[in-house]
């Protein structure tokens, strides 16, 4: 491609002509203030706060939306231009709630920290600004439009990335507002319950839909016995809320953290990883066995459940019939545990700490709850509230003591840390599979043809002399594109790993906004956390699921074996096609 | 017209929407059909919108907003009495805009909504060309001449009393 010279603030530089003005700065070390920008999502050009000014132009140029010409010469700072900025920003604000203080994103605020960057002082008016209810329907995502700055973001994160296209803008002029068709509530709309529109939100117009006080109540109830799992992501992400660098793996100080909070015990979701892997392995034998039903389909992710339910009922029988890890290990809980110490099910208080919003949807599912009602899991927090409360609590969290889980629900393989990741899921199987397979153990256990952190990823797989052809997709806009392939026959796949999140669990909808140094949803960070995970793996002394000594003997004890009936009976669930019907 | 929003597309609509699915850009037509479907029913319903939707493809989260970005969708049914005023440069410099303010806050709607209760909506019209009458207002067919923002509370309860006779 062809270069091009220019110079930015006086100092020179050629880049190839397909960059932008903000881009080309970037690769200076000038960053140029932006509110509406994404790298991965498409150009809005909606704030206008990235302006810059161009020799020969009279007017200030969006840096965002402007490619890079010969012999250009740019200014990014200038009194005027910093005064434009403050104005524009003022616009915003005149038109914003005063309630920085009371508001979840205080402190990680893209909005209050680009006002105070740019040198905004005072709030002046004082006039009228637009009102609007704070939508709460959804058990995963709640909306307040009067905080929207109406970015686009999440409407492009939405269409862009999971293909779900939900969100739009409404309305014109003063009336303007980000909101799902026919403004209906998010519980009545095609919304998956992701929560990305959450993570690209630079102010709180998008937030979960917050369970800490029911969680604080139950701690503070003598009748309840409170235990807590956490996912497999939660561990390598954690640390960033503390100011850690990404990737920081933190699992012995989550267990303190959480015995200090009042918790009781303290059980690893990988344990319901594990066990996922052990019945997921033997519906994908069963089905090569008969050649039925191919290929599998992955089922821990709720959002690309909910996805499947609304816009592909018709893949319902080909998708795997396991309940997520979480609500395995919440029906264990709530059956075997409960047996064991002899509770009643009805006073044990689940808490999953996930990385997800679409968790807090699984979660009160009628597939999900006892035949006499009550949810088998009875709060999900998500990353981000999980960090707050150990801050509320006034826990120095980065000091803490490293802790260990409750055994046996609390006792996991390397395998199970992997679900984190896009990949993962699929590494997990293919090692359990491979070994059932063949009768015998693997002498490599890691399938590097499915690591990387990409949006679609394909392997052709040699076991006991069959060729497995899977796929790996995240981010919902990939799913559409394996799924179509799949529909259409193009090829035969076996196995297809499907996660909602681009990059996985890791980069989930509840996970912590991120560090300065990231953009948000930077796949760097997801590369860092999942490395985390992967090194997790490698230090454990077991590496595959059917191994691991805790599961066989709850098989012994209590399931009989992988796909009986008790075991359908406690870890399977059924799927139903969704209104409204999503569009392809 | 109402009772009719609630059934499928009509075979012209629908035929029409087929027509327009194989043109190059399918989704171009989306306001075209939008107006087709506004024509034949008055308004634009959700039910006909989500039948687009289907049929054409297209997300409702965009045929909502198209539908809502310009004001001639109506995404109401008409009142039993359509009060249409006219704010043509004659009746606007006689106060047309006034007597509009008074409708408002007499129904408590916004120009193109329909009261709860369905008897009333509320629209704007171009010059009808009576303009030594001006400010103009039409209720349904009737023509009312030189009318008030005073005139407005009463001007509905005498609709209202005729309607219930
Ligand atoms: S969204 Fe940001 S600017 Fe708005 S109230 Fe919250 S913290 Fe303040
Ligand atoms: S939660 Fe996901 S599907 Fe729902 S509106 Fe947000 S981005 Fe779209
Ligand atoms: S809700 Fe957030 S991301 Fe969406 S337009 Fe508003 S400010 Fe931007
Ligand atoms: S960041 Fe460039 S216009 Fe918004």
Known sequence: MKEINLTIDDQALSVSQDTTILQAAEKLGIKIPRLCYHPDLS?????????VEVDGSRNFVPSCATPVREGMRVRTNSPEIRQARRDLIELILDNHPRECQICERDGNCELQNLAYAMGVRDRLFEGKRKRHEIEKSSLAVIRDAEKCILCRRCVRVCAEVQGVTNLSQLYRGVETVVAPAYEQGMADSVCIACGQCINVCPVAAFLENNSTDRVWAALADPSKHVVAQIAPSIRAAIGEGFGLAPGTP?????????????????????????????????????????????????????????????????????????????SMLSVLLKTYYAEKTGRNAKDIFVVAIMPCTAKKFEAERSEHCSADGYPYTDAVLTTREFIWMIKSYGINFTMLPEGEFDAPLGFSTGAADLFGTTGGVMEAALRTAAEKLTGKPLTELNFDQVREVKGLKEASIEIAGRTLNVAVANGLNNAKTILERVKKGEKTYHLIELMACPGGCIAGGGQPYPPDNHYVLDPEIARLRAKALYRIDEAKAIRVAHRNPFIEKLYQDYLEQPGSHRAHELLHTTYTPREPRGIK | MSAESNQHLDSETIAFMDACLQKEHPKSYLIAVLHKIQQRYGY???AHMDQVAQHMQIPTSIISGVSTFYHFFRLQPRGKFSISICLGTACFVKGADKVLDAFRTE???????????GLFSLESSRCLGVCALAPVVTINDKIYSKVTAKQVPELLNSVKAAAID
């Open chain 2, 107 to 117: 129904l408590g709607i916004e120009l193109g909504e329909t009261t709860p209760d």
């Open chain 2, 44 to 46: 634009l319903s959700q």
């Open chain 1, 43 to 51: 150009i809005e050009g909606a704030c206008r706060i990235c302006i």
């Open chain 1, 250 to 326: 933190m699992t012995g100080q989550t267990v303190t953290a959480l015995h200090r909070l009042g918790f009781e015990a303290v059980f690893d979701t990988n344990f319901g990883a594990d066990l996922t892997i052990v019945e997921e392995a033997n519906e994908l034998i069963k089905r090569l066995e008969k050649n039925d039903r191919l290929p599998l389909l992955t089922s821990c992710s709720s959002g690309w459940i909910k996805f499947m339910e609304h816009f592909y009922p018709e893949m319902i029988p080909f998708a795997s019939t396991c309940r997520s890890p979480m």
